[in-house]
């Protein structure tokens, strides 16, 4: 499975960009995609993550309400819509893409065996 990030760059605080992830290597349907972070000098953390067979969401306190995550199985890509962005949402975002997810997996970065790249989100006052 081949995992592909983009739509990162600069922004100023209150604004807003919109993550793509597309994946391949068999049916995008059958992935289970989430987003997580890592700012400079912290570990990574989880931010938002989907289900594929109920689109089920889960989100970190931090982002509800802020951030939106949606797939288009059309076009096998994931969207992450992040509003309202603040100084400490400034990290490298990345990807990650597992089969079968549970609620209880969901936010657990060791369950999810593929990855992207990752893509650099900075946001200045």
């Known amino acids: 499975v081949q995992v592909v990030e983009s739509g990162g760059g600069l922004v100023q605080a209150g604004g807003s960009l919109r993550l793509s992830c597309a994946a391949s290597?068999?049916?995008?349907?059958?992935?289970?995609m989430g987003w997580f972070r890592q700012a400079p000098g912290g570990e990574r953390e989880f931010v938002a993550a989907?289900?594929?067979?109920?689109?089920?969401?889960s989100y970190v306190d931090s982002v509800k309400g802020r951030f939106t995550i949606s797939r288009v199985n059309a076009k096998n890509t994931e969207y992450l819509q992040m509003n309202s962005l603040k100084l400490e949402d400034t990290a490298v975002y990345y990807c990650?893409?597992?089969?079968?997810?549970?609620?209880?997996?969901?936010?657990?970065?060791?369950?999810?065996?593929?990855w992207g790249q990752g893509t650099q989100v900075t946001v200045s006052s």
């Open positions: 290597g068999r049916p995008f349907s059958s992935y289970d």
């Open positions: 989907i289900r594929w067979s109920d689109g089920y969401t």
């Open positions: 990650a893409v597992k089969i079968n997810t549970s609620i209880a997996t969901m936010r657990n970065a060791d369950t999810y065996p593929y």
